[in-house]
């Protein structure tokens, strides 16, 4: 088993920061997972509290001692909590990862995703030794695809009936980036 250990600072790229998760942001969790739109495409349930966000903080904290994700928040210069970032389903032997992410409503649409996208697949290419980072976009969220294609990856392909969403089957598109890609396309991409 391989346990992550973070980085002791944030991982930084213009007005996006990665960071640990603290305990403290709880409030700020159940706020921003109130949106209905975050609950529309990633699992987590509708009508989200803080007894969710501290369920989802103490996941994280297990998965990453377990060696299966590597958590981040996304936060603004002055430490306000703008969304999740996180590879998780680590597979060692392969040296793969999954990425996923979700931003607050107001934190959308300023680069913030595709920032943090980049910063930790850097992050895991370098520290974690991966070679290979995916990610899985329902059809139906173009905000989600613009974020990974931005982000340096490259579309794979569509997986027909993927994931059970909360509207039935989901069609996937696959999108992956290798080690050797990203530098070339995160210099490339707009913020």
């Not at 989200?48 to 210069?77: I, K, Q």
């Not at 999740?84 to 409503?105: F, P, T």
Request: glycine content about 8%.
């Amino acid at each position: 088993m391989t346990r992550i250990v973070l980085p002791g600072e944030p991982l930084v790229e213009d007005a996006t920061a990665l960071r640990p998760w603290r305990d403290s942001d709880v409030t700020a969790v159940a706020r921003a997972c109130c949106d209905p739109e975050i609950a529309r495409w990633t699992r987590i349930p509708e009508n989200y509290g803080e007894s969710d966000a501290r369920a989802f903080l103490l996941h994280r904290y297990d998965a990453m001692l377990a060696g299966t994700t590597a958590p981040f928040a996304v936060v603004s210069p002055q430490d306000q909590l703008l969304g999740s970032v996180a590879l998780m389903r680590m597979d060692w032997a392969h040296r793969r990862a999954e990425a996923g992410y979700w931003l607050a409503r107001e934190a959308r649409g300023r680069g913030h995703a595709t920032r943090g996208l980049r910063m930790i697949c850097a992050w895991g290419f370098a520290a974690l030794g991966l070679e290979r980072i995916c990610l899985y976009a329902a059809t139906g969220n173009q905000a989600s695809q613009r974020v990974a294609e931005r982000a340096g990856f490259i579309r794979e392909g569509v997986l027909r009936a993927y994931m059970r969403g909360k509207e039935g089957q989901y069609d996937m598109v696959a999108y992956a980036v290798l080690a050797d890609e990203l530098v070339g396309r995160a210099d490339e991409a707009p913020g």
